[in-house]
């Protein structure tokens, strides 16, 4: 299972379909089927996690003690509006209306590789996120990637 490359602007129609794109579908693992699952990110956008990665993902969540509070709410928030998706006939998947309101997406969403999995953002809200001037990314990249120490082959 690899990494996702790239960012893709996509149309949202009024029912809540668009079409994924063929440069992500070409990406994916022949094991996940074309089949997705979406939740809500943490910040006001969408995760499209291939059902491979899903799974794994999950099972990280079963080992969790759900006798602790703060475990049982992670859970479910993580889970508030899972819903499965499966690429139909014509290349479409169709977003839940739900979701789609707490991204607050119109019609232009951007799909962006994030890992192993896909952020969906409505198009203006990624442009303000990515355009965020307080944020000095070398700064940020000296301050998450510096502790990073490199495997010698």
Avoid at 47 to 70: A, F, G, S
Avoid at 80 to 104: E, F, H, S, V, W
Avoid at 107 to 130: C, G, P, Q, T, Y
Wanted: glycine content about 6%; some cysteine.
């Amino acid at each position: 299972m690899g990494n996702f490359i790239g960012e893709f602007d996509c149309k949202i129609d009024a029912k809540g379909r668009f079409l994924f794109p063929s440069g992500l579908k070409k990406q994916l693992d022949p094991s996940s089927q074309e089949i997705f699952v979406v939740n809500r990110g943490f910040e006001k956008h969408l995760v499209l996690w291939p059902i491979n990665v899903w799974e794994q993902e999950t099972k990280k969540l079963n080992k969790l003690n759900l006798y602790k509070k703060k475990n049982r709410e992670f859970v479910r928030r993580f889970n508030n509006g899972a819903t499965q998706l499966i690429i139909d006939g014509n290349g479409r998947l169709l977003l839940p209306k739900r979701l789609m309101g707490y991204a607050t997406m119109t019609k232009e969403i951007v799909l962006k590789s994030f890992i192993n999995k896909i952020e969906i953002w409505d198009k203006a809200a990624h442009d303000e996120l990515m355009n965020n001037e307080d944020i000095d990314f070398a700064d940020l990249a000296e301050e998450v990637m510096g502790e990073i120490e490199e495997d010698e082959d």
